[in-house]
């Protein structure tokens, strides 16, 4: 049993460390608003660490062309219309904002790939697919935003595109300037946890995360775990229909149900209703907990 647990904390390290700076930001809230003004840097070294070291020669994006392309569809389109309706079957308001935001942007490259090499997959889909996905957001997300809440809220798409373009930009230009020699993977890899726990914390600390109601906690969470199954149901079930074998249909999975925190984060300051940010969050933890157990299930 004691061998258990430390197998347990470093299989779900990221998780317990997303909730220990949800609960500091809960706790301790005073360093939030230091920390704002460095969002849109931090996002930029998350683009970065996504891309730097990739060899050009790794994605093949011709021969995955007709998986990226399903890949994509379902991420921007079939993932998101289906998840704003089964959001609004439980919630209303700025929660349902918060999914919207959620579902519309890309990918999380580094764990989709993460946990398709964990679970034995295509990694090499899995890459061309995140980094596709990732090149179409400044386009595609503010549309697919639109599109999903502009009846309930206005949509910054002017912003939201400039500044994806801008965290775009700047993680490349960072991948190309800065040798791969000059920091470790390992420090990188330390930098990008810490990033997304600052992002986590800062986002906790601007809300009043204590105000929101459980039943609504209870509803986020129950939404966020229904959304997951969705992505999950909709790439397995395309994978059956398509006659592809485990090995690809994994990183399909993955690319479409895990949804990038950081550029989701990014959007969703942009609202004044905490439950925006608050619907983010949850839905990254879920997402990161079923990932675990879904890698686990099939590895």
Known sequence: MTEMVPDVFERYENVFLVILAVAIGVFVPAFGSVLEPLITPIVIFLVYSSLRGLDPAEIDVSSYAALTGL?????????????????????SGSAVVGFGVALSVPTTTATAIIWTRFARGDVQLATTISLVSLLAAPVVTPIVLTQLVGSQASVPAAAIFFNLLTILVGGALLAVLVPTSTISDRTVER?????????????????????????????????????????LGVSVLCGTVFGLDRARTLPVCFTVALKNPAIALLIGFGYADSLVVVAIIVNYIIQQVVSALVADAVS
Request: proline share 2%; charged share 0%; aromatic share 8%.
């Open 71 to 91: 890949s994509l569809c379902l991420s921007y389109l079939v993932f998101p219309i289906g998840g704003i309706h089964i959001a609004q079957q439980f919630l």
């Open 191 to 231: 930098g990008s946890t810490l990033s997304i726990l600052l992002l986590i914390y800062t986002s906790t600390a601007s809300v009043e995360l204590g105000a929101v109601a459980g039943s609504v906690l209870a509803a986020i969470g129950v939404v966020s775990v229904l959304l997951l199954g969705f992505g």
